[in-house]
């Protein structure tokens, strides 16, 4: 199974610019659900991104982007 | 596909995780006041705002307002506070978000925090730990941009610590909770892994161990090997040196980037070691130039042995001005790369 990495709307509640400020783990590392993954900044306020899922981290989208918060920035593919 | 460690078979082995130095400091704060409960965190928005630069996220939920605590814009107060509850068996961490209004209560600083333990025979210790921002290169002006460090180094009694990345930010926070004297953990905002400062230096981010360590005090550390010109440097000057360490080896000189990481107690034998190595030297440092910590590198080589530099070394440091808030003029005043490689390329044509 493969879930989305979304930044969810009860962490960011506009459709204002994020910027994706740092990646924890890798591309391809086994992250745990709930983890810290991914920091983010939205005007002056850090934000944290945890992991939605247990799984295999696949990163799309690199650290200094601009992003939107229903937009797909990386994946997590299920492990067993 | 390419395959890491961790992932090449499942979850192994757990997953390294790379991180800012202000989670990383954090993450020491947050595992030695989980471990003892007279430890807690005093200073300007560290409860509510969860401090100015994130240093203090989530410990007021965790810990509690009798051990996160608020203060009034009163530094003397709360470091008075501070200094008397170390006296009394506490062990306080104060957060003074810029080191630019240290100045108000030097008073508590020098003549208290740093000398009771002196002055009581041993019998009263102060082990307590301040953290402290510095630096400029954002545009906040003369009052919002100093480092102060050699101002605060000058006088007996404190440990001072400047981490340039996150792994030495959580080993040398965990060293500083643990040792019995006022220690203060330093770090350069542009490299705490702020958004609203700037993206971090990257080289500031690195893969970070979950288990607590520490890193002795004193102990300098070579982050490149080089054998034409040595770069000293502490915080940011370390991101500085590495860069220029990369253009100066694309034109065929060699440079050597030794990260100071404690100004006191200062490795004076790492700094001499890698100079008689190269026999070139260049000290950058952001504080001011005059009496700074550029200069106590310069006197390690002049009390040793001056002779191992075959031409006289350089510092790039402040030029004893205040910072500038206009871009271009701040620019002027605070080190970087390409300053590094000109006077690289000048010291080894020579």
């Known amino acids: 199974m493969i879930t989305d990495i979304t930044v969810p709307p009860d962490l960011v509640d506009t459709d204002d610019e994020i910027v994706l400020l740092t990646w924890v783990y890798r591309d391809g590392a086994i992250v745990e659900k709930g983890a810290l993954i991914a920091e983010l900044m939205l005007a002056k306020a850090q934000l944290e991104l945890v992991a939605p899922a247990r799984g295999r981290l696949r990163i799309t989208v690199p650290v200094d982007s601009v992003i939107r918060r229903d937009q797909v920035i990386g994946t997590i593919e299920s492990v067993t | ?350």
């Open chain 2, 1 to 350: 596909m390419e395959q890491h460690a961790e992932g090449a078979t499942g979850a192994a082995t757990k997953a390294q995780r790379t991180l800012t130095m202000a989670r990383a400091g954090r993450e020491a704060v947050i595992a030695e006041m989980r471990k003892d409960p007279n430890i807690f965190v005093i200073g300007e928005d560290v409860a509510k705002l969860g401090g100015v630069f994130g240093t203090t996220v989530g410990m007021a939920e965790e810990f509690g307002s009798q051990r996160v605590i608020d203060t009034p814009i009163s530094e003397t107060g709360f470091i008075g506070i501070a200094t008397g509850a170390a006296m009394a068996g506490m062990r306080p961490i104060v957060e003074i978000a810029f080191v630019d209004f240290i100045g108000v209560c030097f008073n508590q600083i020098f003549n208290f925090a740093a000398k009771t333990h002196y002055m009581s025979g041993g019998r009263f210790k102060v082990p307590m730990t301040m953290m402290i921002g510095y630096g400029g290169g954002y545009n906040d002006a003369a009052q919002h941009s100093q480092c102060l460090i050699a101002t605060l180094a000058h006088v007996p009694g404190i440990r001072i610590v400047t981490p340039a990345d996150a792994h030495d930010a959580k080993g040398l926070m965990h060293t500083c909770l643990r040792d019995d004297n006022l220690t203060i953990w330093m770090v350069h905002k542009a490299i705490w892994g702020l958004g609203w400062l700037g993206t971090a230096i990257k080289t500031a981010l690195s893969v970070v161990p979950e288990e607590e360590y520490t890193i002795p005090f004193g102990e300098a550390r070579i982050w490149r090997e080089g054998s034409d010109v040595t770069l000293v440097g502490y915080g940011i000057s370390v991101h500085h040196s590495l860069q220029a360490a990369e253009q100066l080896a694309a034109e065929g000189i060699s440079a050597e980037v030794v990260d100071l990481r404690t100004i006191v107690p200062l490795d004076r034998e790492r700094i001499f070691q890698s100079v008689a190595k190269t026999g070139r030297l260049i000290v950058i440092d952001e504080d001011y130039t005059n009496c700074g910590v550029t200069a106590e590198v310069l006197a390690v080589i002049a009390e040793r042995d001056p002779s191992v530099l075959k031409v006289p070394a350089r510092r790039i440091a402040n030029p004893d001005i205040p910072v500038p808030f206009s871009r271009p003029l701040e620019n002027f005043c605070l080190p970087d790369a390409e300053k590094i490689v000109r006077a690289a390329k000048e010291l080894v044509k020579k």
